[in-house]
C-alpha cells in the first residue's frame, strides 16, 4: 500500500487553530483518525496535554482524553432525535438509571444555541437538511467538552449563513483555550481561520 505519515511531527496548543491542508490522499484524514482512536498507528508517539506516549485505543478512550472529531462523513442515526443523537450511550440518568428527558433536552437546547440551530432536541435527525445535520454533529463534539476539536472539512455541506454560525463557535472555543485542528480545501476559510 501507499505509506503515509512516515516522519510526522505534528503539534497544536490549547487556544490556537491549526490549519492542515493537502492533496487527496496526503494522509490528513488518517492522522486525525489516529488522533480520534478510528484507527491505530504501527509505530510513533503522541503528546497529549503533558502525558507522553498516550495510547489511543478507540473513539471512547479519545473522548475521555478530551478529544473529539467532527468527521466529515455524519456518524448520525436518523431515526434518532436530536438530543439522542448528540448524547448517544452518554444520556444523563437518574438514581433508578432512567433517562433524565428534563436534563437532556436542556443540555441540546444549550448546544443547539450555540451553533445556532432552532429546531426541538425532540426532533427527528431525517427531518434535517444535511447542513444542519452537520451542525447536529457539531454540537455533538462540543458536548464533549473536548480540549482539542478536529473538524475534517466542516463546511462541506454548510450555507454561508451556517459557515458564519460555525466560525462564531471556532472562535468561542479558542477563546475558551480548545485547541482545534481545521482541515479544509477552502484556502479562503484557512486564512480566516487559522
Not at 498507528?41 to 497529549?48: K, L, M, S, V, Y
Not at 437518574?94 to 429546531?119: H, K, M, N, Y
Not at 455541506?157 to 482545534?180: C, M, N, S, W, Y
Request: hydrophobic share 45%.
Amino acid at each position: 500500500g501507499v505509506h503515509v505519515l512516515k516522519g510526522i511531527d505534528f503539534e497544536v496548543r490549547s487556544g490556537e487553530v491549526h490549519a492542515l491542508v493537502g492533496e487527496n490522499g496526503a494522509g490528513k484524514s488518517t492522522l486525525m483518525h489516529i488522533l480520534a482512536g478510528v484507527y491505530q498507528p504501527d509505530a510513533g508517539t503522541i503528546e497529549f496535554c503533558g502525558d507522553n506516549d498516550v495510547a489511543i485505543e478507540n473513539e471512547h478512550a479519545a473522548q475521555r482524553l478530551g478529544l473529539a472529531m467532527v468527521f466529515q462523513e455524519r456518524s448520525l442515526f436518523g431515526t434518532l432525535s436530536v438530543a439522542d443523537n448528540i448524547f448517544a450511550g452518554r444520556q444523563p440518568i437518574d438514581r433508578w438509571g432512567r433517562i433524565e428527558r428534563g436534563v437532556l433536552r436542556r443540555e441540546t437546547r444549550c448546544l443547539l444555541d450555540q451553533v445556532g440551530l432552532t429546531c426541538e432536541p425532540e426532533t427527528p435527525l431525517a427531518e434535517l437538511s444535511p447542513a444542519q445535520q452537520q451542525m447536529i454533529e457539531i454540537a455533538k463534539a462540543l458536548s464533549l467538552r473536548a480540549r482539542l476539536i478536529i473538524f475534517d472539512e466542516p463546511t462541506a455541506a454548510l450555507t454561508d449563513t451556517e459557515t458564519r454560525a460555525l466560525f462564531a463557535v471556532i472562535r468561542q472555543l479558542k477563546a475558551h483555550q480548545v485547541g482545534i485542528i481545521y482541515i479544509s480545501h477552502r484556502l479562503e476559510e484557512v486564512f480566516q481561520m487559522a
